[in-house]
C-alpha cells in the first residue's frame, strides 16, 4: 500500500522512486563532475527525454539529452554535450548554461527550451527552439540579467506567447509573467507570485520549478521557495493555481511547502538540502506527475505526484488573491 501520511503526519505528494538517482556523473559518457536540474519532456514516441545540466570540473554547465523508453531506466545518453554554450555569437554564455525548462508549442510543432544563460553580467533567460534536440535554434537572450527560472507556457493567452521567469529587482526575488508576440520581443511584465516574509518557508526568494501544468481548474504552478538559515539555504516546493485565460491571476497559492529535501541524496552533495524539478512529464492517465529534479546540485531523481490530488490539497491548504497582496 501506498503511504498517505509521512512520520510526521503530513500528507504524502510526491513519492521518490526506489531507483533514486535516476542518472549521476558515474553513468556519462564523458568527464562530467554532477548531473541535476534537468527539463523534461516526452517525445511523439513516447520515449522520454531529459535535457540534463553537466558540471564540468572548471564549475561552467552545458546541458545533454538522455533518453528513456520508461522515463527510469535504459537512458541513452548523448555521446558529446547537446547544447553547448555558445560564446563566440552569444556572450551571455560565457560561464556556462543551466537549468533548462522544455515547453512543447503544438502551433510550431517545436520544444522551446529555456535556460539560463551566465554572464559576467549574472544570470539571463535564453531561449532556442528544436525539433528534435539535435539542432537548435537559438533566439539569444530574452530577460537580461539577473533573471532567471524560465518557461514558455505551451500556448497563447489573448494572442501572445507567455513566459514565466524570477527577475531580481528592488521588490525582490519574486515569478514574473511577461508576453510576446514572436517569443523575441517581451513586454507586459506582471507580477505573479512573491515571496512571503518572516519566518515562512518561502521567504524571501521564490522561483518556478517545471513549466505550469494544465489542468482543467487552472495552469498548476510547482515552485520553490527557498529559506535561509544558518546552516545555509533550503530548497522546498510549494504549489499554487492560476486562472487558465487570465494566467497572472491567482486562484490559490498552498501554505506549506508539499516536498523538501529528505533523503541522503538531497541532503548530502555539491549543495546540501536541495530539491529542484526543471522538468515533468504526464502520464497516460493524464495525471499522473513524473516529476524530475536535481538533488544536492550531484544527480537526477523522480517523484511521482497526482494532480487531482494536489488541486485536493490546495483547496484545503490554499488561499486565493496572491496577485495583489502578499499573505504576510
Ligand atoms: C539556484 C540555481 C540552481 C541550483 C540552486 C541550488 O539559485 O542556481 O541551479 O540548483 O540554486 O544551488
Redesign the pocket.
Known amino acids: 500500500m501506498t503511504e498517505t501520511t509521512n512520520g510526521h503526519g503530513y500528507e504524502v505528494l510526491f513519492r521518490r522512486h526506489e531507483a533514486n538517482p535516476i542518472l549521476t556523473a558515474a553513468e556519462w559518457p564523458y568527464p562530467a563532475h554532477t548531473i541535476?536540474?534537468a527539463g523534461a519532456t516526452r517525445l511523439a514516441d513516447g520515449t522520454t527525454l531529459l535535457l540534463c545540466?553537466v558540471e564540468d570540473r572548471r564549475g561552467h554547465s552545458h546541458l545533454c539529452a538522455a533518453r528513456s523508453p520508461n522515463g527510469v531506466d535504459s537512458w541513452a545518453i548523448d555521446p558529446e554535450p547537446t547544447l553547448k554554450p555558445d560564446v563566440a555569437n552569444y556572450p551571455e554564455e560565457l560561464w556556462g548554461i543551466?537549468?533548462p525548462r522544455i515547453t512543447f508549442l503544438p502551433e510550431l510543432g517545436k520544444y522551446a527550451v529555456a535556460y539560463?544563460a551566465f554572464s559576467k553580467g549574472g544570470?539571463g533567460v535564453a531561449l532556442a527552439l528544436t525539433e528534435d534536440f539535435r539542432s537548435f535554434e537559438r533566439y539569444g537572450l530574452i530577460m537580461q540579467p539577473d533573471d532567471?527560472d524560465a518557461a514558455v507556457l505551451p500556448r497563447r493567452v489573448d494572442g501572445m506567447f507567455a513566459l514565466i521567469h524570477r527577475p531580481m529587482t528592488d521588490l525582490g526575488a519574486h515569478i514574473w509573467i511577461s508576453y510576446s508576440p514572436d517569443l523575441r520581443n517581451w513586454g507586459g511584465h506582471k507580477l505573479l507570485l512573491q515571496a512571503r516574509r518572516g519566518a515562512w518557508w518561502d521567504a524571501n526568494k521564490v522561483?518556478l520549478s517545471s513549466p505550469l501544468i494544465e489542468t482543467e481548474r487552472g495552469w498548476l504552478m510547482l515552485y520553490h521557495g527557498v529559506r535561509q538559515t544558518a546552516s545555509g539555504?533550503l530548497?522546498r516546493l510549494g504549489v499554487a493555481l492560476f486562472a487558465f485565460d487570465q494566467p497572472d491571476h491567482c486562484l490559490l497559492r498552498g501554505d506549506s511547502w508539499i516536498f523538501g529535501p529528505e533523503r541522503s541524496y538531497e541532503c548530502r552533495g555539491d549543495?546540501a538540502n536541495?530539491v529542484?524539478p526543471c522538468g515533468q512529464t504526464i502520464g497516460s492517465d493524464r495525471d499522473t506527475i513524473n516529476l524530475y529534479y536535481?538533488a544536492a546540485?550531484t544527480s537526477m531523481c523522480l517523484a511521482t505526484g497526482s494532480i487531482r490530488e494536489i488541486l485536493r490539497w490546495l483547496d484545503a491548504h490554499g488561499a486565493p488573491g496572491e496577485t495583489s497582496e502578499r499573505r504576510d
Request: net charge negative; charged share 30%; hydrophobic share 30%.
Open positions: 541535476f536540474n545540466r543551466e537549468d539560463t544570470p532567471k522561483g539555504a530548497y549543495v536541495v529542484f536535481g546540485d
